[in-house]
């Protein structure tokens, strides 16, 4: 079947040339301090910069992590200013939304600083690998 007709192929094969799980942990993690959030926006600005700071951090991070999902090619900036970002959010926001959005901002930037594009599957891999090493063998056993 054609992606055209089969909607959860074309999604995988999406996904696969994007850092998805990356990208999707650092928007999740943006949301959920932002939903962690107490104060109303009216007192966020009277207090000042401090305040506006604890809700400014978390919506660049969900923007990162939408950024990391719809432009992969810059991944590696988003991933670097998501951590910093992630780790901004301890200070300004919470505990960073109580240590959860903090630690998924965190292992979402990982993934994605990790994340090769065009790298082979594991399984693909492996199998290869123990293909060359039975026709070396067998090769040996030749000689």
């Known amino acids: 079947m054609s992606s055209a007709r ?3 192929s074309g999604f995988r094969q999406w996904r696969a ?3 998805f799980w ?3 942990l650092l928007t999740l993690a943006g949301a959920e301090i932002l939903l962690t959030e107490k104060a109303s926006l009216k007192v966020v600005m009277h207090i000042g910069m401090q305040g506006l700071a604890g809700y400014l951090l978390p919506t660049l991070m969900l923007l990162c992590g939408l950024l990391i999902l719809f432009n992969p090619t810059q991944r590696l900036f988003y991933s670097l200013l998501g951590i910093l970002l992630s780790l901004g959010t301890w ?3 919470n505990l960073g939304g109580f240590l959860i959005g903090l630690l998924l901002g965190a292992i979402g930037s990982c993934l ?3 994340w090769l594009p065009d790298q082979e599957p594991r399984r693909r891999l492996l199998r290869g690998r123990r293909e060359q090493q039975r026709t070396a063998t067998e090769a040996q056993g030749l000689s």
């Open 6 to 8: 089969n909607p959860r």
């Open 17 to 19: 040339h994007r850092p």
């Open 22 to 24: 990356g990208g999707l």
């Open 91 to 93: 200070l300004t926001s």
């Open 112 to 114: 994605t600083f990790g």
